[in-house]
């Protein structure tokens, strides 16, 4: 009984951690730095800069990646800060991004809610 009290009050702060990192988004800037074309192209749908002989024409398929894409932005820059610690050597992390000042920043606030 004892143990199952123990793994339940560990996952009440798990999920609060969870719940401060997910609550703690990298800056707009941050994430058009990761694919940028993904950002460009998703202005130019909310914008209707389409032309109407254009054949490239959205699609409700092309709409949905374009949102997929940003979210996953999001989430990507989020885990980056954790997987760093447990692949370091992931050649990944010699991107320009994570060298940035505004990741450096994220990157030292969510570790302050991990500790």
């Not at 800069?49 to 959205?58: A, H, R, T, V, Y």
């Not at 999001?74 to 990944?92: A, E, G, N, R, W």
Request: proline fraction near 8%.
């Amino acid at each position: 009984m004892e143990q199952h009290n123990d793994k339940r009050r560990l996952s009440h702060q798990r999920s609060k951690r969870i719940s401060e990192i997910n609550g703690s988004l990298p800056l707009i800037g941050l994430c058009k730095k990761l694919f940028p074309a993904i950002g460009e192209r998703h202005d130019r749908l909310a914008a209707k800069e389409l032309s109407p002989g254009d054949p490239n024409q959205p699609t409700v398929a092309e709409n949905a990646f374009v949102q997929v894409t940003m979210m996953f932005r999001k989430t990507f820059i989020q885990d980056s800060v954790l997987m760093m610690d447990f692949h370091p050597c992931y050649p990944i992390w010699q991107h320009p991004i994570f060298s940035d000042p505004a990741y450096l920043s994220f990157k030292r606030d969510m570790l302050q809610i991990e500790a």
